[in-house]
C-alpha cells in the first residue's frame, strides 16, 4: 500500500526566526507514528537550518529545484550532489512556477528529473495544465507529453521511487481547487499511462495533488483512490493548517 506523502512547499517565503518556529510546531504535532510521511521544502539558503532543526524527527527535506548539470561553473544554480550535502531526500522537477517564470521546458524538467535519481534524490515530478488548456479540453494531452518525456528519457524503470504531483495550474495559489472527481480523474489517467509501461511501478507510484489544498476540502481530496497525499503551498507556512492537512492524510 501507499503511505500518503504531505510536502509543504515553501516558495520564496520566511526568514530563519519563521522557519524556526514553523519547523518546532510542525515537530511538536507530527506523530511519527502515524501513516503519514511529511516533507518541507524550504529555499536554498536555510536547508541546512531546516535539516538541523529536523534531526531525529522522521520528516524529510527537499530542495525545490535543482540544476540538470553537475557542479561546474553555472552561477546561481545549485546541484543535486549539494542537495544531497544538506541533507535533502526528495527534489521536485518541473513546479509550474518553474515551467512558466523561468521557461523550463519539458526536455529540461526530463533533465532535471535525471539528474536527481542519478545522484540518489527522490524527484517529485509536477504536472498540470493551464486553464486556457483544461478549457480546451486538453489536460490528458497536456499531463501525458510532460510525464511522456521523463518516462521517455529515464525508462518506468526509474520511476519506481519517484513521486509525480498534479498541480493544476488555474488552482495554484488562487484559492480555486479541483474538485475530487476532477483531480481523481487526472490522477487515474497518470497512474494508467504509468501502467502502460508498468503495472507495477503504477501500483507503487505515489500521485499527489497540489493546488490550494486547504484543511477543509483535504479530507475529500485524500479520500480518492488515486491520490496519495499533497503538495502543499500557501497552506504549509501555518502549522495548523499544514498539520491539519497531514491529518486528514490519515484518518
Ligand atoms: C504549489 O505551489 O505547489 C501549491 C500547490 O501552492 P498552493 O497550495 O498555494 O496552491
Redesign the pocket.
Same mark, same amino acid.
Given at each position: 500500500m501507499r503511505v500518503p506523502l504531505i510536502a509543504g512547499?515553501w516558495?520564496m517565503n520566511g526568514r530563519r526566526e519563521d522557519i524556526r518556529a514553523l519547523v518546532a510546531g510542525i515537530r511538536e504535532r507530527f506523530n511519527a507514528g502515524a501513516r503519514v510521511e511529511l516533507l518541507v521544502l524550504p529555499s536554498f539558503p536555510y536547508l541546512d537550518f531546516v535539516a538541523s532543526t529536523l534531526e531525529g524527527s522522521g520528516i524529510d527535506l527537499g530542495g525545490q529545484d535543482l540544476s540538470e548539470r553537475d557542479d561546474g561553473a553555472f552561477t546561481g544554480d545549485v546541484s543535486a550532489g549539494m542537495l544531497l550535502d544538506c541533507g535533502c531526500r526528495y527534489v521536485l522537477a518541473g513546479?509550474?512556477?518553474r515551467r512558466t517564470l523561468h521557461g523550463e521546458d519539458d526536455q529540461t524538467v526530463a533533465a532535471k528529473f535525471e539528474t536527481a535519481l542519478r545522484a540518489g534524490l527522490k524527484p517529485v515530478l509536477?504536472v498540470g495544465e493551464l486553464l486556457e488548456e483544461r478549457d480546451q479540453g486538453r489536460t490528458e494531452e497536456v499531463v501525458r507529453r510532460q510525464l511522456g518525456a521523463v518516462v521517455d528519457r529515464v525508462g518506468i524503470a526509474a520511476l519506481a521511487d519517484a513521486v509525480v504531483?498534479y498541480?493544476p495550474v488555474w488552482?495554484?495559489?488562487?484559492g480555486r481547487t479541483a474538485s475530487p472527481e476532477q483531480a481523481q480523474s487526472v490522477h487515474a489517467f497518470i497512474r494508467s499511462q504509468l501502467a502502460d509501461e508498468s503495472a507495477t511501478i503504477a501500483g507503487q507510484v505515489r500521485i499527489l495533488y &497540489? /493546488?490550494?489544498?486547504k484543511p477543509d476540502n483535504a479530507v475529500d481530496l485524500f479520500a480518492c483512490d488515486d491520490i496519495d497525499g499533497g503538495?502543499? &503551498? /500557501?497552506?504549509?507556512l501555518q502549522v495548523d493548517s499544514f498539520m491539519a492537512i497531514a491529518e486528514a492524510a490519515c484518518p
Amino acid at each position: 500500500m501507499r503511505v500518503p506523502l504531505i510536502a509543504g512547499n515553501w516558495k520564496m517565503n520566511g526568514r530563519r526566526e519563521d522557519i524556526r518556529a514553523l519547523v518546532a510546531g510542525i515537530r511538536e504535532r507530527f506523530n511519527a507514528g502515524a501513516r503519514v510521511e511529511l516533507l518541507v521544502l524550504p529555499s536554498f539558503p536555510y536547508l541546512d537550518f531546516v535539516a538541523s532543526t529536523l534531526e531525529g524527527s522522521g520528516i524529510d527535506l527537499g530542495g525545490q529545484d535543482l540544476s540538470e548539470r553537475d557542479d561546474g561553473a553555472f552561477t546561481g544554480d545549485v546541484s543535486a550532489g549539494m542537495l544531497l550535502d544538506c541533507g535533502c531526500r526528495y527534489v521536485l522537477a518541473g513546479h509550474s512556477e518553474r515551467r512558466t517564470l523561468h521557461g523550463e521546458d519539458d526536455q529540461t524538467v526530463a533533465a532535471k528529473f535525471e539528474t536527481a535519481l542519478r545522484a540518489g534524490l527522490k524527484p517529485v515530478l509536477c504536472v498540470g495544465e493551464l486553464l486556457e488548456e483544461r478549457d480546451q479540453g486538453r489536460t490528458e494531452e497536456v499531463v501525458r507529453r510532460q510525464l511522456g518525456a521523463v518516462v521517455d528519457r529515464v525508462g518506468i524503470a526509474a520511476l519506481a521511487d519517484a513521486v509525480v504531483a498534479y498541480e493544476p495550474v488555474w488552482a495554484i495559489g488562487t484559492g480555486r481547487t479541483a474538485s475530487p472527481e476532477q483531480a481523481q480523474s487526472v490522477h487515474a489517467f497518470i497512474r494508467s499511462q504509468l501502467a502502460d509501461e508498468s503495472a507495477t511501478i503504477a501500483g507503487q507510484v505515489r500521485i499527489l495533488y &497540489g /493546488g490550494s489544498v486547504k484543511p477543509d476540502n483535504a479530507v475529500d481530496l485524500f479520500a480518492c483512490d488515486d491520490i496519495d497525499g499533497g503538495l502543499i &503551498g /500557501g497552506a504549509s507556512l501555518q502549522v495548523d493548517s499544514f498539520m491539519a492537512i497531514a491529518e486528514a492524510a490519515c484518518p
